[in-house]
């Protein structure tokens, strides 16, 4: 089985990178997916971040408040760093036994979604990191298109994420996706049918 970490910053388009390889054949683990599964109430990963970020990040019904959440942390390093300790380790158990559970189940390619792939240090989870890329103008355009997120927002969590050009040092592939659908198909098909997962798996 084939492993593929997909990472990239904010509205880069990681998440439609993973909608095409599904249609192309492969399992999608999703990084973020995982850390709301451990936001769930009351668990905890969720009295944890309650005691370190307080109960104003509620909900009237107790639920984790993402937006509340992203406006403390995404201006705050510090505040940042505090929410990745709780959350990523036990995201990242749950990435890895989903995987295992696709690997036993005798699967082809699994494609692991994770913005901060690179940075959690969850590359060991993977055989190859894609790096997918946009312009910052890009990016601000697909936010305010998709979700009421102002401009002021999309920087500082640009800001708060590693650049995309360091990010490049540790990727097998960098996807730029500027353009349009039919091109971002294109390409990883090519990129799919290039790493020949029926030979790996015959091997």
Known sequence: MVVIGVTGNIGSGKSTVCQILAKLGAAIVDADK???????????????????????????????????????????????????????????????????????????????????????????????????????ATVIHRLKEGKATNQSEVLARLKSQMPAEEKAKYADEVVYNDGDLNQLEARLTQLWNELDIDAKIND
């Open 34 to 136: 995982l850390a709301q599964e451990t936001y769930k109430p009351y668990g905890e990963a969720w009295q944890e971040l309650v005691n370190a970020f307080g109960k104003d990040i509620l909900s009237s019904g107790q639920e984790i408040d993402r937006q509340k959440l992203g406006q403390i942390v995404f201006s705050n390093p510090t505040a940042l760093t505090r929410l990745n300790h709780i959350v990523h380790p036990k995201a990242y158990s749950m990435a890895k036994e989903r995987i295992a559970t696709y690997r036993r189940q005798g699967l082809r390619a699994v494609a692991l979604e994770a913005a901060l792939l690179i940075e959690a240090n969850w590359t060991r989870l993977v055989d190859q990191v894609w790096l997918v890329v946009a312009s910052e």
